[in-house]
C-alpha cells in the first residue's frame, strides 16, 4: 500500500469540515468568515471529539499563500483610480474613524495590562469594518440603494488600503520594539517612494505585455502569469523590506488598471476561496475555548470599545466630512464591527513574535458578537436618529445642517490656485521618476561599471550618460513643461495680473533642473568637472535637441495614459454595459446635502407606463423626481430627452429624495429597486459649474443653453445665493454666480469645458 503524505490528509480533513460548517452557516443566514473559524476550531488542537489536524506547519504555508491571494484579489477590485473618485467625504470619514479607534484601542490596551506591543496590534486590529458583514446586512434589510450606502462603501474602500499600510508600519515597530519617529517617517517616505515606483513601471510596462500578447494568452495561461507575476512582486516586497501582503496587494491593484482585470478577477476567484477557505480555518485552528473564558471580559470590553468606539468615531467623520446628520448617524452605526483583516493583522503579530496568544481568541470573541449585532444597529439606525433629535438641543442640530450645506458650497477656483496645481503637478511627477533614475545610476549602474570596467572616471562618464539621456524628457519636462489651461494664459497675458510671481516659478524651476544635473555630475564625476565642463554641455544638449526631447515626452505621457485609461477606453469600444455601471460613490456622497442619491430601476414588463414618452408621463412635475439615464440591453441613454421612451426590463436611474422614492417608487408596481451588480456608471459623473464670464450662460434659459446637447448632461440644481432648486425647469434662466449641478457624459463635459477656452 502506497504512502500518503500527511498534508493530503489534514487537507482534507480542514476542506470537508470547512464546507460542511459553510453549508450550515449559509442555512441560518450568517458570514461564511465565521463558518470557517468554527471549522478551524473543531479540527484544532483544542477540541477533542473530532479528528485534529495533525501536520500544522504546512496548514500554516498553505494560509500565508490565502493570505497572499486575498491581498492580490483585494487590490484586483481596488483600482488606483477607484480610490481618487471615492470623494472626500469618505475619505475624511475614514481617516478619523481610524485615528480614534486605533488609539483608543491603544489605551484599552494599556489600561487593562497589556504589553505595548499587545496593545498596539489590538488598535491594528480594530481599524477595519468587515465589507462582508455590512454587505450582507445591506442585502437583507434592503439599504443599499440607501444615501448613506454609497458613503459606507467609499469608507470601506479608503479602510482597505490604509490597513495595508497599517500593517507596514506595525512590521516596521514589531522589528524595532519602540518607537523612533526618524525611522518610522523613513518607512513611511520609502514605501510612498516604491508604491509610485510600481505603480508607474506597472503601468507602462503590464497593459502593453498583455496587449502584445493578447492573441497568446487563454484563462489557463492568464491564470499562471497573474499568480506568478503575483508572487515576484511579493518577493521582491519582502526583498526591499516590505510585507508580502503588500507585494500581493500592489501586484493586484496594477492588474486592476489593465483590460484583462474582470478576467484575472474570475479566473482567480476559485483559488482566492480555495486558500482563503484554509487561512480562515487555521484561525480558528487557534481558539481555545479556555482562554477565551480566562479573557471573558477583555472580549467584552474590546466588543463594547469597537460598537461604542466606531460609532462615534465615524458618526464624527461623516459630519465633519460635510454630511448631514441623519446621514452621519446612520453611516456610523454601519461600520461598528471588526473586520477579517483583524484576524490577518494577528497572524502579522504572531507570525513576528511580538504579540500574545490571548489576542486571538478576543479578536475571534468580538468579531463573533459584533457579527450579529449589526443587522440591528443597521436597522435601528434611523429610530436612534429620531432619537436624538427630541433629546439634542435644536440650536446644536440646527449648526450641524448648516455646517453640512456649508461644506458642499464652492466657490470658484482663482486663476492663481488653478496654475499652481498645475505647477505641483508637473514638478512633483517629473522630479519623481528623476529621482528613481538617479537612485538606479548610483545604486547600479555605477558599481556594475566599477567591477567590468578598467579606471576611475569612465564608470562615471558612461553612468552619467546614460541617466542623462533616460532622464533628458522629465528633465525638459522639469525645466520647461507649461501648464496647459485657459488660467495660466490668463495670468501670463492680462495685464492686470503681474508676471513677477510666474517669473519667479520659472527661474525656481530651471535652477532645480541646473541643480540636479550638477548633483549627478557630482556624484557620478567631480565637482569641478560639473561646473567647468560637463553640466554646461548638459544643458546646451537640452536646449539643442529641445523639440526632438519635447516629442519624446510627449510619447512616453501620451503611452502612460493610454494603459492608464484602457481599461475604461475598451469598455466605451466594446459597449459593455457592466463596465458603465462602476461604483461611483463620489457621485452620490456630492449629492448628500441635496438629500438626494440616484437610484437604479429596472422597469416592470407588466408596467402601464411602458412605451410612453417622458413627456407624456410628466413624472418631474408629478413626483420631483428626474431620470439620469436609461440602460437598454447594451445602450447607455445619457440625460434621455423628453421623447424617449421607457421599455420593458429597461434600467433607469431616478434622481429623487428618499422620501420623493416612497411616493414614487408604488408607481413601478412594486418593481423592486436593485442596485446593478457594478454600481457605478464610469462615465456618467456629477460636476458643478459656476455662472461667469467664462461658460457665457447668464441670462440664458437651461433649454436655450443647449447644455444637455452640449455635454450630454441633465441639470439637477442651482444654487443661487442661500436657494436650492433641485430638479429645476428647463425654462428655469442662468444668473451671475449660480453654482450650477449637471449629471454629464465625462468626456463630452471635458471637450465642452475646452471649448470655452478657446478663444472666439
Not at 118 to 123: E, H, K
Not at 198 to 203: A, D, K, P, Q
Not at 633 to 648: E, S, T, V
Amino acid at each position: 500500500m502506497g504512502h500518503l503524505p500527511k498534508l493530503i490528509e489534514d487537507l482534507a480533513l480542514i476542506l470537508v469540515t470547512g464546507a460542511i460548517t459553510t453549508l450550515i452557516f449559509k442555512k441560518i443566514k450568517q458570514p461564511l468568515v465565521l463558518g470557517y473559524i468554527i471549522a478551524g476550531f473543531l479540527v484544532g488542537p483544542h477540541f477533542s471529539l473530532t479528528p485534529t489536524v495533525a501536520g500544522h506547519d504546512n496548514i500554516e504555508t498553505l494560509a500565508e499563500i490565502g493570505v497572499i491571494f486575498l491581498l492580490f484579489s483585494l487590490g484586483l477590485e481596488f483600482s488606483f483610480k477607484k480610490l481618487v473618485r471615492v470623494g472626500g467625504a469618505s475619505t475624511i470619514t475614514a481617516f478619523t474613524e481610524i485615528i480614534f479607534i486605533v488609539i483608543g484601542g491603544y489605551l484599552t490596551g494599556t489600561w487593562m495590562g497589556w504589553s505595548r506591543m499587545d496593545s498596539i496590534f489590538l488598535g491594528g486590529m480594530l481599524a477595519s469594518s468587515s465589507t462582508t458583514i455590512i454587505i450582507r446586512a445591506f442585502e437583507e434589510l434592503g439599504v443599499k440603494t440607501k444615501r448613506y450606502a454609497n458613503v459606507v462603501f467609499g469608507v470601506l474602500v479608503v479602510e482597505d488600503i490604509v490597513v495595508i499600510l497599517l500593517m507596514v508600519l506595525l512590521s516596521t515597530m514589531a522589528v524595532q520594539q519602540q518607537f523612533k519617529g526618524g525611522e518610522l517617517l523613513q518607512t513611511v517616505l520609502k514605501l510612498l517612494f516604491f508604491l509610485a515606483l510600481w505603480f508607474i513601471m506597472g503601468i507602462f510596462l503590464l497593459p502593453t505585455f498583455l496587449k502584445k500578447a493578447k492573441k497568446f494568452i487563454n484563462d489557463e495561461t492568464l491564470l499562471i502569469l497573474s499568480t506568478g507575476l503575483c508572487l515576484g512582486m511579493v518577493i521582491l516586497a519582502t526583498k526591499v523590506g516590505f510585507s508580502a501582503e503588500l507585494g500581493a496587494f500592489i501586484m493586484g491593484s496594477i492588474f486592476a488598471e489593465t483590460t484583462s482585470a474582470e478576467r484575472v478577477e474570475h479566473i482567480i476567484k476559485p483559488v482566492k476561496d480555495l486558500f482563503g477557505a484554509v487561512f480562515f480555518i487555521s484561525v480558528g485552528m487557534l481558539i481555545d475555548p479556555a482562554a477565551m473564558i480566562a479573557y471573558k471580559w477583555p472580549v467584552l470590553i474590546v466588543t463594547l470599545l469597537t460598537v461604542a468606539g466606531k460609532m462615534f468615531s465615524t458618526t464624527l467623520g461623516a459630519i465633519l466630512s460635510g454630511q448631514p446628520l441623519k446621514q452621519s448617524v446612520q453611516v456610523g452605526m454601519s461600520m461598528a464591527q471588526i473586520g477579517e483583516f483583524a484576524f490577518i493583522v494577528a497572524t502579522l503579530g504572531l507570525n513576528l513574535g511580538v504579540i500574545s496568544n490571548f489576542l486571538f481568541p478576543v479578536a475571534v470573541g468580538a468579531s463573533a458578537i459584533t457579527t450579529f449585532t449589526t443587522p440591528y444597529l443597521i436597522k435601528y439606525s434611523e429610530p436612534f436618529y429620531n432619537f436624538l433629535l427630541r433629546i439634542l438641543p435644536k440650536k446644536f442640530v440646527t449648526a450641524i445642517e448648516n455646517y453640512s450645506s456649508g461644506t458642499q458650497k464652492i466657490q470658484a477656483e482663482s486663476a492663481w490656485k488653478k496654475v499652481l496645481r498645475s505647477y505641483v503637478k508637473i514638478v512633483f511627477t517629473n522630479a519623481f521618476i528623476l529621482l528613481t533614475l538617479s537612485l538606479l545610476a548610483l545604486n547600479v549602474l555605477l558599481p556594475f561599471f566599477e567591477e567590468n570596467m578598467a579606471g576611475r572616471t569612465w564608470p562615471g562618464i558612461v553612468s552619467l550618460i546614460i541617466l542623462l539621456a533616460s532622464g533628458a524628457p522629465f528633465l525638459w519636462a522639469l525645466i520647461t513643461r507649461k501648464p496647459d489651461s485657459l488660467a495660466y494664459r490668463e495670468l501670463w497675458l492680462d495685464e492686470k495680473y503681474s508676471k513677477g510671481p510666474l517669473l519667479i516659478i520659472e527661474i525656481i524651476r530651471i535652477l532645480i533642473g541646473i541643480g540636479l544635473i550638477g548633483f549627478w555630475v557630482d556624484r557620478l564625476i567631480s565637482a569641478k568637472a560639473s561646473v567647468v565642463l560637463i553640466m554646461p554641455v548638459a544643458i546646451g544638449f537640452l536646449y539643442l535637441f529641445s523639440k526632438k526631447i519635447q516629442q519624446f515626452y510627449h510619447r512616453i505621457e501620451r503611452s502612460f495614459l493610454s494603459n492608464l485609461n484602457a481599461r475604461e477606453t475598451a469598455a466605451l469600444k466594446d459597449n459593455a454595459p457592466e463596465e458603465l455601471f462602476k461604483k461611483n460613490a463620489s457621485l452620490q456622497s456630492q449629492l448628500l446635502p441635496w438629500s438626494a442619491g440616484i437610484i437604479d430601476m429596472e422597469v416592470n414588463p407588466n408596467a402601464d407606463y411602458t412605451g410612453k414618452t417622458l413627456l407624456e408621463l410628466a413624472w418631474r412635475e408629478k413626483y420631483g423626481i428626474n431620470i439620469a439615464y436609461i440602460k437598454r440591453g447594451n445602450k447607455l441613454m445619457h440625460a434621455p430627452n423628453r421623447y424617449d421612451k421607457l421599455l420593458p426590463f429597461d434600467h433607469a436611474g431616478i434622481i429623487a429624495t428618499d422620501e420623493q422614492m416612497q411616493v414614487f417608487k408604488p408607481v413601478f408596481e412594486n418593481t423592486d429597486v436593485t442596485e446593478s451588480e457594478n454600481a457605478e456608471i464610469a462615465n456618467i459623473v456629477l460636476q458643478k459649474i459656476v455662472v461667469d464670464e467664462y461658460n457665457r450662460l447668464k441670462g440664458l434659459s437651461i433649454r436655450a443653453s443647449r447644455i444637455r446637447e452640449k455635454t450630454a448632461g441633465l441639470v439637477i440644481g442651482i444654487e443661487r445665493g442661500n436657494e436650492r432648486i433641485l430638479n429645476p425647469d428647463s425654462s428655469t434662466v442662468f444668473e451671475w454666480d449660480d453654482v450650477v449641478w449637471l449629471v454629464v457624459d465625462r468626456n463630452k463635459f471635458k471637450s465642452w469645458q475646452e471649448s470655452l477656452e478657446k478663444p472666439e
